[in-house]
């Protein structure tokens, strides 16, 4: 129930500020009948009506998972970014080996299993990618090969 | 004449040792994608596009092997069903009722063998009926102008997400998310930038791609970590895989029905595999005099449901490539690689790009007798595939999705932006919004609003122009009724659903 309202609510808030963003879009030089904002304000106004009518009628409440579950898909996802942000900067094998050994802790907690894994998966696929398909990975960092 | 002449093309395509080579990889990888728990067919393909675009491949090629990948899917859904009672698949759902008790008896063996002969029935009368379909309806969606097309989008999104969902308002806020995201970077009209916020990333728009991976692939692997990678034991024993010739024969008609069935379930837009392999069972059930068998390892229950969920993957092609309106998810997925590569599916693609259509349609009859292959005398391969861990399995497919996007793009802000995508995916999913409507907004949003500021421009601004053709106000009607009819038809499909259960 209260799931479902809240989402009602967020996405009530989401179509108001994508109406209003859609007010500011700038109307061109010779426009044509429907212009620029008229279609993102229909859709706007329809995620509007969904949000109320999930706020108006909810569903059941979902299973949601426990705090320390919810924890660790938060750190998965400081995990991910991490890696987004790292993949370029220090090349493909360092990053990968710990963002994937991670992972693979999170899904079963083994510690050494999952080191094992994360070394695997990132020269496997780094052997794979680099070799197998062409792509234009660095295995290191730029500046260490000098 | 016309279509022997269209053929021959197609088949001096398909049979370059090239494409050959490629349908060959690609329905061993599709047959592995469909058979691992949580990789089905749409996030298969999803992370498979990427590569296949950064390899170089030319459309024929990254369509035939795509398409070999889905195929192969639907084939290899059915085996974690039989073996493991998990669906590889969603439309794989129906084939636990009877492949998990039938494999608990003994027989594993012989569902395996079974379905997959039902898979190459369905899924080679299917391409039968796209070879037959595909062009007359090519020809029909030549007078298609903007308010067809606009009431045809609507459809699609209707019916998707009509059928989809439990909750109509979930299925309508999903299409309007979909639609608001590509809405997002510089409108092809007027050149003005919309919903940017100043950020540079976006002025191009969100790539359909990142949106795709970070919704199914990423969203996946917190779903895996949230429930720890259980249940991913194989509960019973596979002896020896002999062919069940009888039982083959005796569910040979039980086969034909099911493909009919499943074709045009999934010719529908939006409908799709499930839809497909489930009214096949019914229909199975319903007719059989036996009633009481089904559920409890019934042959024909796993016959029906298999012939009809690749009978309906077949169909699902059909609107896809002559109107470009995918008839599923993965279909929806297909249509982002078409746009990906710069080509526009619709009537004009038969008599552009006969080389493209043929030459899919020739790997796709290709494609089935590969997998008939594969699947039944080496199926023993693929079960061993099952028991990789998702402790390697699901890291390894996030890895592959970072690299498909990051090789595509090169910026670390699409990277972002899909696993933001990922953990919207797992919220929307918790919250049983369905994500297909999502990914068709996503890809149909910029096409729709096309279609509808045309409509006001060869009319001057009259809304009445909407719905002025006969085709137009038929489409608004299938479309209203495919949203609405699943309100009073949902009771009807709890009640035989719970029946089946128990």
Known sequence: ?146 | MELLTNLALGFSVALTPTTLMLSVFGCFLGTIIGALPGLGPSNGVAILIPLAFTLGLDAVSALVLLTSVYYGAMYGGRISSILLNIPGDEPAVMTTLDGYPMAKAGQAGDALVLSGVASFVGAFLATLGLMLLAPVLARVAYVFGPSEYFALYLLAFCTLGGVASKNQAKAAVAAGLGLAIAMIGIDNNTAMVRFTFGNLHLYDGVDFLVAIVGLFAIAEVFFFIESHGKESAIGVKLEKVTIPFRMIKDSGWTMLKASGIGFFAGVLPGAGASLGSFLAYMAERASSKDKESFGKGNPRGVAAPEAGNNAAAGGALVPMLTLGVPGSGTTAVLLALLMTLNITPGPTLFTDRPDVVWGLIASLLIANVVLLVMNVPMVKIFVRVLQLPPMVLMPGVTMVSFVGIYSLTGSYFDLLLMVGFGVAGYLLRKLEVPLVPIILGVLLGNAMEDSLRRAMVLSGGDWTYLFSSPIAVGLWIAGIAGFVLPFFMRGLYARSKAGLVD
């Open chain 1, 1 to 146: 129930m209260a799931s479902d309202r809240i989402f009602g609510l967020v996405l009530l808030a989401l179509a108001l500020a994508y109406i209003a963003s859609a007010f500011t879009i700038q109307t061109a030089f010779m426009p044509d009948p429907l212009g620029s904002k008229s279609f993102p304000v229909m859709i706007g106004a329809l995620i509007g009506i969904c949000g109320l009518a999930m706020i108006a009628k909810p569903d059941a409440e979902p299973e949601w998972p426990d705090p320390r579950s919810f924890v660790r898909l938060g750190f998965a996802v400081v995990v991910l970014v991490g890696y987004a942000y790292a993949l370029k900067p220090m090349g493909f094998l360092l990053p990968t080996a710990v963002a994937s050994g991670v992972l693979a802790y999170q899904i079963t907690p083994r510690a050494g299993l999952a080191a094992l894994t994360g070394v695997g998966l990132s020269v496997g696929l780094f052997v794979l990618f680099r070799y197998g398909l062409g792509l234009g990975l660095m295995a290191v960092p730029r500046g260490l090969l000098g």
